[in-house]
């Protein structure tokens, strides 16, 4: 089959369509015609070899696809072939076919293309968790998200929205503020030019936030752990602006009885991914079929373009999913 491969580890460069052997479903897998792939921090980190799969994974780069069931195991009854699915992947995406186990696949939303779908799985997933499962957002609280345009950021707000939250507010760059208060947000800070920790503390009148989604970690932490509420919780889910702070007063983590949590989900056990695929399945496919829910896609590339792909991705100009048109 054809796959977007690596000469080496390095630049977007190293990227190149090339031939590789084809998956075989073991009998509690499908195998997939893969249509439509997306980018996420992670491709790029493991293009560089600093993030390598899980053990077991494949190496192909790609955490998510949709596309078609071309063949399914012995034990699989619950998929037949022709089903159009998408899904969360602990690798192989970037690839003409993929396999899965059958019940880590999410059924494609009614009136959506490949495109559409596979804009799904990754950041609605670890929006799904990062609120429902560990932060546990409540109606009538209130949340701060941090990188608000990114993929996993357009979720969340939407997912908080949904869930009740009663106020959303969001950092990003002042040329990404509309499309976040398209899709939900309340309050839109520019991290470039406003200290969040003093307009956080504005929009609350003092009381700061129920619950923080944050991807910066080191450079954020101080004026986070500052930004929450009594009870608050904190879900960090990157580490990208660096990972040693310098100076920290814990005093307010006991004071104010504050959770903070760190997650990644690619390295999740198989049990776990079955479970969060079929909560988040069950609240969120109704919501796509009405709209309530909309993947939010900043731009389509054909996979001959990875390159491309990869480098407007970090150029942290995006705003939404990065799709790969597989072909």
């Not at 993929?98 to 559409?116: A, N, R, W, Y």
């Not at 839109?188 to 944050?214: H, L, S």
């Not at 310098?246 to 776990?272: C, F, P, Q, V």
Request: proline residues 4%; glycine residues 8%; contains cysteine.
């Amino acid at each position: 089959m054809k796959a977007i491969l690596l000469k080496e580890f390095g630049g977007p460069e190293q990227l190149y369509l090339g031939e590789t052997e084809k998956p075989t479903p073991a009998s509690n897998e499908v195998l997939v015609k893969v249509k439509a792939t997306a980018l996420n921090r992670a491709d790029t980190l493991q293009r560089m070899g600093k993030y390598p799969p899980p053990p077991g994974a494949s190496q192909i780069i790609g955490l998510e696809m949709s596309g078609i069931i071309e063949a399914i195991g012995a034990e699989v009854s619950d998929w037949k072939v022709g089903d159009r699915v998408c899904a969360l992947l602990a690798g192989g995406g970037y690839a003409e076919f993929v396999t899965i186990h059958s019940q880590c696949l999410i059924p494609m939303p009614e009136g959506f293309d490949f495109e559409k779908a596979t804009a799904i799985p990754e950041v609605f997933l670890t929006a799904y968790q990062a609120i429902f499962y560990l932060s546990k957002l409540q109606k009538g609280e209130s949340i701060l998200i941090h990188a608000g345009a990114s993929g996993v950021g357009t979720a969340a707000i939407q997912l908080a929205k949904s869930l009740g939250a009663k106020q959303i507010i969001v950092t990003a760059s002042a040329g990404k503020h509309q499309i976040c208060k398209d899709l939900g947000a309340d309050f839109t800070i520019d991290y470039k030019t406003q200290n969040f920790e003093e307009e956080v503390a504005k929009i609350t009148n003092g009381e700061g936030v129920d619950v923080i989604i944050d991807f910066l970690a080191a450079p954020y932490f101080q004026k986070n752990i500052n930004s929450l509420n009594f009870d608050g919780r904190m879900v960090m889910l990157a580490l990208m602006g660096g990972w040693k702070v310098e100076e920290l007063i814990l005093a307010n983590i006991l004071r104010k009885r504050l959770l903070i949590m760190g997650s990644t989900l690619r390295a999740r056990t198989l049990d776990y991914k079955i479970g969060l695929t079929k909560d988040f399945s069950d609240y969120a496919l109704p919501k796509f079929e009405n709209g309530e829910l909309q993947p939010v896609i900043d731009s389509v590339y054909e996979w001959k373009e990875v390159a491309d792909a990869h480098r407007l991705m970090e150029s942290n100009k995006n705003s939404g999913k990065i799709i790969l048109k597989v072909e």
